[in-house]
């Protein structure tokens, strides 16, 4: 079973920058695509960005383009989210999750194959 770990949650002010870490240790399973997702309480899941290895192509919601950056590494299978210009609205938890190579949207959760535990980020206001 691979395991997915994340860091880097925290509680900071509205503005200011957080940055979370995801390696995804699966080594028999070729991973194509990583991305995060959050969740709000009470709200569904939805997806933030993704960032798939060929190409090292970077996709992100409209709520969070401009302020926040994915960046990672296909030979470690890790990525890196950087968060700036937080809002309250962004409190969520915020979980890893990483795919093979599907042709699905890479919004769609059904299609990742392994998920962390979340980490929780909290922006007050």
């Known amino acids: 079973q691979a395991q997915v770990e994340e860091s880097g949650g925290g509680l900071v002010q509205t503005g200011d920058s957080l940055r979370l870490s995801c390696t995804n240790s699966?080594?028999?399973?070729?991973?194509?695509?990583m991305a995060w997702f959050r969740q709000a309480p009470g709200a569904e899941r939805e997806f933030v960005t993704a960032l798939s290895w060929g190409g090292y192509v970077a996709y992100y919601a409209d709520s969070v383009k401009g302020r926040f950056t994915i960046s990672g590494d296909s030979a470690k299978n890790t990525v890196t989210l950087q968060m700036n210009s937080l809002k309250p609205e962004d409190t969520a938890v915020y979980y890893c999750?990483?795919?093979?190579?599907?042709?699905?949207?890479?919004?769609?959760?059904?299609?990742?194959?392994?998920w962390g535990q979340g980490t929780q980020v909290t922006v007050s206001s």
């Open positions: 699966e080594r028999k399973f070729i991973i194509a695509t």
């Open positions: 999750a990483s795919r093979g190579y599907v042709s699905a949207p890479v919004t769609d959760m059904d299609p990742y194959d392994f």
